[in-house]
């Protein structure tokens, strides 16, 4: 005791009770009261492996819900777990390797593409930054849809610009995204919201879609003038976007 009271827990950053279980989820009064003390316990980025005597109920960290269980039976009691170091290889394969201890034998999981599909768990707990970042990584078929929900998510605490840049690669229409912007932000984020789709117009597009669309920033750009006062930070959008357009049509919108 004497000796604990000496121990420097500074480094101790961040305390998180961890909810328990075995087999079946426990109910929120009695989640976090150890029933049976486990033999063994294991992290990974987003799941912990609790290993008991005869089984390993394998718990993920965002619900906090069981999503795996397994008895043993041929390697006698469980005495460890332990998870093998990443390899180059491991990393590469996206792989990790978890081993069981018991007194008659060992067992090995291949535990592999963890995150794949944590996504969706992710989007359950409204975790819309990190579902998108796993979807990007994997290049989902899922990450315009993710991606529009995190652009909401953005737009709904007023981050306008930022979700003006990531409304541009979802399936979202052009229509539905600058009437959102008109109506429910007063125009603040729209500009970006253009510009972006603006760059990522096909080169082979006809050149009315294009003047069309310039002469709505152009519109922008001037009612901007007036309301900051002709401020410094405001940038003309035809010099900003010049450099898309051969000489001979860039001069032609100018004198439009």
Not at 38 to 48: A, G, K, Q, S
Not at 96 to 105: I, M, P, Q
């Amino acid at each position: 005791p004497e000796a604990y009271q000496k121990f420097d827990t500074s480094f101790l950053k961040k305390k998180t009770e961890l909810k328990y279980a075995k087999e079946n989820d426990l109910d929120d009064q009695i989640a976090y009261m150890v029933q049976e003390v486990p033999v063994d316990l294991v992290n990974t980025e987003f799941h912990y492996f609790i290993l008991h005597k005869s089984s390993l109920t394998i718990m993920s960290k965002i619900t906090e819900k069981i999503v795996g269980y397994y008895e043993f039976s041929r390697i006698g009691e469980c005495i460890g777990l332990c998870l093998e170091p990443a390899t180059e290889d491991a990393v590469e394969k996206n792989k990790e390797t978890l081993y069981v201890f018991g007194k008659l034998g060992l067992t090995m999981i291949e535990i592999q593409n963890e995150e794949k599909e944590i996504w969706k768990l992710l989007l359950e707990s409204k975790k819309y930054r990190e579902a998108y970042n796993i979807c990007k990584k994997y290049n989902s078929p899922s990450l315009s849809y993710v991606g529009s929900l995190l652009a909401d998510d953005l737009f709904k605490y007023k981050k306008f610009n930022e979700a003006a840049q990531l409304y541009v690669d979802t399936d979202r229409t052009f229509e539905e995204v600058t009437t959102k912007f008109i109506y429910e932000s007063n125009g603040e984020g729209l500009q970006t919201y253009l510009e972006a789709y603006f760059i990522r117009l096909p080169k082979e597009q006809k050149k009315l879609q294009k003047t069309l669309l310039l002469s709505w920033l152009t519109e922008l750009h001037l009612n901007r003038v007036n309301t900051l006062d002709q401020s410094k930070d405001v940038q003309d959008p035809l010099v900003n976007h010049k450099q898309l357009y051969d000489a001979a049509f860039t001069l032609s919108l100018i004198h439009i």
